[in-house]
């Protein structure tokens, strides 16, 4: 008898999404949170989607803790339905419904006899970069009794993060999904200089990385499907806790832009364990976020007051403009050069990288350069250059010295040699060029002409013993 295939039913609608008329879907409803010391259409801090209700609302706590963020941690902050109305009185797990609400600070002038923009006028912080970690002193409603705590069992080092990440998540844990996930950062690996500036290696699982290391260890790094990788770093969606009416708080989805499809399938959903990950990133990813939406306010043409590294102060309108350069994240379709990764994570860290695998590893394309491309800037040139510290490769005065036609060479130079000495940690590659300094002053057998031209980034059509023996004698002339 001849086997059939079974039919199987067609698919049908996720259970979760039959809850979806608990929120607001495709209706486009947003709320404004205002400043109460600045003019009518100069005052706006945020502007947020209203997802929370089905006819338009926004989970209060989250819409406090975003402001009292941009206030430099004002926990106290609370709001008003009008400038110098009285307290908006709700549970923490409420949801606010008007369309606007004024955001206030207590005690934001020390002087009783203050006029009232002077009452009002308390500094915001304008980026993300400029923002204190709160250590010790998180938001009630982001406070874990179970904390995650550092356990050597559970460390790992760099080069074995996505298997570190793989071990722990297993799936992407929005979806469930186990395949085309990708690791994802929660405080950016951009924003290494910030991590460590407000010492976040405190809460990470391996005690040993306190170095640039730190920003891509497990506990700050969360597994998840392409797709909302994509969207995480187009600041979509964040990860915050919620209180249900019986007062049990969990981590869920929190759209940050209206998106029917994200927010049918997403929106104020649970997400899969995330043991391993500390709160401390997770409110790090809400405040990276958040700090973008400012754009408007600082951009508005009038001074405002600022929170900054060097104080409270007032500053112009043009400086405020400035504070809006805080860079996105750039899209992995944009890296210069793709790295082949294991199927199940499609993100691999930097320092996974070893020079030795990759020569060992590469795939050959069966193809070879006549000649090596040419140079803008001779090696006498970069020799007589010391190479530049972190700060002076992200310095526009530092570039400015040098001439124009040179300046993106030695860029691109000295960029991927600092990438190389951060994720070569054994010299593998500083051993290969010292070898290569020495090859021009002997004749090379088959072997060394082999590894020359694999060093030098070259595939060989031809490994026949007359072709390498050529190409030695090419390379000497």
């Known amino acids: 008898m001849d086997s059939t295939i079974t039919v199987r039913p067609a698919q049908t609608v996720p259970q979760h999404l039959l809850h979806s008329s608990t929120i607001s879907v495709g209706r486009g409803d947003q709320i404004t949170f205002r400043h109460p010391a600045y003019p009518t259409f100069k005052n706006v801090l945020l502007r947020l989607p209203a997802l929370d209700h089905p006819s338009g609302g926004i989970h209060h706590e989250t819409a406090r803790i975003a402001c009292a963020i941009i206030a430099g941690n004002r926990w106290d902050g609370y709001f008003t ?16 419904q008007k369309s606007n609400y004024f955001f206030h600070v207590p005690s934001a002038a020390l002087n009783p006899e203050a006029s009232d923009l002077e009452f009002f006028q308390y500094p915001i912080v304008p980026c993300f970069r400029e923002w204190q970690f709160p250590h010790g002193n998180l938001p009630s409603s982001w406070i874990n009794e179970s904390r995650v705590t550092s356990n050597p069992s559970n460390s790992y080092c760099g080069s074995n993060l996505s298997v570190a990440v793989n071990l722990r998540d297993i799936t992407c844990r929005m979806s469930d999904h186990q395949e085309a996930t990708e690791m994802a950062h929660l405080c950016p690996r951009s924003e290494d200089r910030w991590f460590h500036d407000n010492d976040m290696q405190n809460y990470v699982n391996d005690p040993r990385k306190t170095g640039s290391g730190a920003v891509n260890d497990p506990s700050n790094v969360i597994l998840l499907r392409e797709d909302l990788h994509t969207a995480f770093d187009q600041l979509k969606f964040v990860f915050v806790p919620k209180s249900a009416i019986n007062g049990d708080s969990t981590l869920i989805t929190h759209l940050l832009v209206d998106s029917s499809e994200l927010c ?20 790090t990813r809400f405040a990276w976020s958040i700090f973008h939406f400012l754009e408007g306010f600082l951009q508005a043409g009038i001074p405002r007051a600022l929170l900054i590294s060097t104080g409270h102060r007032i500053v112009s309108s043009d400086e405020c403009k400035l504070y809006t350069k805080q860079p996105v994240m750039r899209s992995r379709s944009e890296s210069p050069k793709k790295r082949s990764r294991p199927e199940s994570v499609l993100e691999a860290d930097p320092a996974d990288h070893e020079f030795t695998k990759s020569l060992q590893n590469r795939k050959r394309m069966r193809r070879i350069y006549s000649s090596p ?3 803008t800037v001779s090696a006498s040139t970069l020799a007589s250059i010391t190479s530049p510290n972190f700060l002076q490769l992200n310095s526009i005065d530092y570039w400015n010295e040098f001439p124009p036609n040179s300046r993106i060479p030695l860029m691109k130079h000295h960029f991927l040699e600092f990438e190389r000495s951060r994720s070569d940690p054994q010299g593998s590659w500083a051993k290969e060029t010292a070898w290569l300094a020495t090859a021009f002053d002997r004749p090379l057998s088959r072997k060394d002409c082999s590894r020359f031209y694999a060093a030098n980034g070259y595939e060989l059509q031809d490994e026949s013993d007359e072709s390498l023996e050529a190409l030695g004698e090419k390379t000497l002339s």
């Open 81 to 96: 339905e009008a400038i110098d109305g009285p307290r908006v009185e709700t549970h923490s797990h409420g949801v606010l």
């Open 264 to 283: 049918r399938l997403y929106q104020n959903t649970q997400l899969h364990s995330i043991d391993g990950i500390p709160r401390e990133f997770l409110l």
């Open 373 to 375: 491309p040419p140079d």
